[in-house]
């Protein structure tokens, strides 16, 4: 079966990147459509952000071959890798990306594939799990990198978090050290107040007493409230603290091709 000689020109480009078809993801138990359409379109993104492959999306191929088209070529055999192997043959592509987004419980899976439709084999997989779908998507940088056999991205900046720790903690040591002075101040207040029994005359004017007693009272509450804020500074940065799932990336990536394998990526 072959295409029109302008579509094979529509979609020829540069033979430095391997081609890659992203296919929508399949919504499974517990997911609807409408929920993976936005996740199929970010991850799109995000493979061609990236710069390994030339990336074609399904909705590519729908506007460049017409929804008939598609419809026959998608039916063209019981086996869906050589009706695949056509697909993104007849787009120039080697490699097609696929997956499916399913609930599980309270959590959400994503598994992504691969597949070498020359060679009709798995190239790489990936499967996560989150308690949502924004936490999906905000892991795609490293299911893309996985389900594609490229390295993973650089890992998240901890500035912030550190950031956060540090003055928490400086806030929390301020705090406490203010409180234990104010304590000492109204602990030494109070044995002033009454060692007046022992040594009369001792005692001073009583607004100088309450005066003391004031400051001591203001200086407990800057106490607590040092401490208050360094807790939620703490907090905020155990929250905001990324985890360890990534390395630097080289920018390269070995991607095998019909003839072995090719270098690809962002070189120096």
Known sequence: ML???VLLAAVAVSADKPKLVVL???????VDALVTGPLTEALTAEVARRGF???????DMTTLMGVERQKQLMGCSEESTSCLAE????????FVLSGTVAKLGDAFQMTLS?????KAQPLARSTRIAASLGALQQGL????AEATATPLPPPPSRLLPYSLLGAGSAAVIFGGVWGLVAISDESRLKGEIESVGERPGVLGF??????RADVIGINKVISLAAMGAGAALIAAGIVVMPSDSGSPSSGVALVPTASGAALVGVFP
């Open 3 to 5: 295409l029109p000689y």
């Open 24 to 30: 929508d993801l399949s919504p499974g138990a517990g």
């Open 53 to 59: 492959f030339e990336v074609i999306s399904q909705r």
């Open 87 to 94: 697909l993104s043959g007849a787009m120039g592509a080697q």
């Open 114 to 118: 691969t597949l070498d439709t020359r």
């Open 141 to 144: 940088a490293f299911a893309s």
């Open 206 to 211: 009583q607004n100088s007493y309450q005066q």
